[in-house]
């Protein structure tokens, strides 16, 4: 099984440029979360998906942060404008089935915005 | 609201056991899980209980109060390989999975 796949691993891009992350679920699953990593607030939920429906999206941040899952095998966040407080790891992570007993993290993607 | 609260940092010696705590408030509650995640990687699934009581798995084990809204994970016979940071994640009934902000522990020889 090939696990949660993201893309890019890592990027660095200036302030100002517009940054889409991306992420392919475990085939099958059902929930797809997106959720962003730094030191000082540690892993915050962003938006989730189920059945490529946006549950609850009471996470992003602001209007610069949107997130689309056209398919059951594809979402994206993107950051547009980007700041150089949005550098942070960004993990998406998927789960089979509601009540399921776990859900799976991608390797993440590691963003610096200079 | 949420709130998940653990100790940011603890230590431990090798070979010997660590008690790691989480206490939660939250608008939900559909299960609590234990995560270990190791510097620069994601976070691995590590136990899972939406019931009472403890749940023990090999060397580490997790117990739950609902009650009491705490849990907390037990690592026995700790070794080097086990440094890593422990996040402690609440599901609400709405299916959101609320992580805490971890327990880096180190453990030194």
């Known amino acids: 099984d090939a696990g949660v796949i993201q893309s890019p691993r890592h990027e660095v891009t200036e302030m100002g440029q517009e940054v889409t992350l991306r992420c392919k679920p475990i085939s099958g699953h059902d929930y797809l979360f997106w959720y962003r990593q730094t030191m000082m607030r540690g892993l915050e939920l962003l938006i989730y998906?189920?059945?490529?429906?946006?549950?609850?999206d009471s996470g992003m941040p602001e209007d610069r942060f949107s997130a689309k899952m056209p398919n059951a095998s594809f979402s994206t966040l993107k950051i547009q404008p980007s700041e150089p407080r949005d550098s942070a790891v960004y993990f998406c992570a998927s789960s089979p089935t509601r009540n399921g007993n776990t859900i799976y993290f991608g390797e993440g993607s590691w963003l610096t915005v200079v | 609201g949420q709130n998940i609260d653990q100790p940011t940092e603890m230590t431990a010696t090798e070979g010997a056991i660590v008690q790691i705590n989480c206490t939660y408030q939250t608008s939900g509650f559909n299960g609590l899980f234990w995560y270990q995640q190791h510097a620069g990687e994601a976070p691995t699934f590590l136990s899972y209980n939406v019931l009472d009581g403890l749940e023990e798995k090999g060397r580490f084990s997790s117990f739950l109060s609902r009650s009491k809204g705490y849990s907390y994970l037990l690592l026995k016979e700790l070794q080097m390989k086990d440094s890593a940071s422990y996040l402690c994640?609440?599901?609400?009934?709405?299916?959101?999975?609320?992580f805490g902000t971890g327990t880096r522990l180190q453990v030194f020889p």
């Open positions: 998906f189920n059945n490529n429906v946006p549950i609850d």
């Open positions: 994640a609440v599901r609400e009934h709405t299916d959101k999975l609320i």
